[in-house]
């Protein structure tokens, strides 16, 4: 009577679930990265602990997938593996934002968002609230809203005036709220009435029940900000909330300056 099998052991999953070409090909792609000047297959797989047959058919599955790269003889990471790690840094420069963000929510007591215009469009890249803190709720598409909103006013503020035009061209006014701006000549005219470094500051223009207050973050051509809301009986707050805001984005531009090629 034929045995049953042995279950596996819990204690060694490794061995019998990866599969070892990929774990074989992740080492390869190890050591060429470690080689600057490239790395002849020999040595690749003397280092490995590769046999030499092996080592040449994986290095030549990833030179033909643009993972590795061959010139005279020798291996250099490919184009493919060169997105990866640029993927890698951009994600972790991206945590990093998310994690600042996250900070000056639970410092400040209300939600952080961090926006950027780019490519003719508003785009909230990062929002950092809680339950205690919640974010407004985007009832009305913030691409096309963005009259109505501090984020979108303190972006379009950065624009010169041929460019905010052409924005409104495109997103016509909404009424929104009863508090909404009605027409984009008065939106214009509160634009060019504000200071560089002043907050852009709407009450219920979006939402009712919500205020909120956006910081400008200009860094060459790439208008970006950083902004925050708070609920309208808070309102008394938003003020010096955006300064304490303005003071920590302040400290941390470099960074932040950094997260606008996100």
């Known amino acids: 009577m034929q045995r049953p099998a042995s279950p596996p052991d819990p204690a060694q999953p490794h061995s019998a679930t990866l599969i070892g070409s990929v774990r074989r090909a992740m080492r390869l792609l190890e050591c060429v990265a470690g080689h600057e000047h490239g790395a002849p297959a020999k040595q690749l797989a003397r280092e490995t602990g590769l046999a030499l047959p092996t080592a040449y058919h994986l290095l030549r599955t990833l030179v033909h997938e643009g993972y590795l790269r061959r010139d005279k003889g020798f291996f250099f990471l490919g184009e493919a593996a060169e997105r990866l790690s640029s993927s890698g840094a951009q994600q972790k420069r991206r945590s990093a934002v998310v994690d600042t963000l996250a900070h000056w929510r639970d410092a400040i007591g209300a939600p952080v968002y961090y ?31 963005g009259h109505a909103h501090a984020v979108g006013q303190c972006l379009l503020f950065q624009l010169d005036e041929n460019a905010r035009r052409d924005h409104l061209d495109r997103y016509p006014l909404q009424t929104l709220t009863p508090y909404t701006v009605r027409d984009s000549h008065t939106l214009l005219r509160r634009l060019e009435r504000t200071r560089r470094m002043e907050p852009l500051v709407e009450r219920q223009e979006y939402a009712l029940g919500a205020v909120c207050a956006a910081i400008p973050i200009t860094v060459g051509t790439t208008a970006a900000t950083v902004a925050i809301s708070l609920p309208v009986h808070q309102a008394d707050r938003l003020l010096p909330a955006a300064r304490r805001l303005q003071a920590e984005v302040g400290r941390h531009l470099g960074s932040l300056a950094i997260a606008i090629s996100i």
């Open 115 to 145: 926006a950027m215009y780019r490519d003719g469009e508003i785009e909230v890249m990062c929002v950092a609230d809680s339950p205690s803190t919640p974010a407004v709720e985007e009832w009305a598409d913030f691409r096309e809203t």
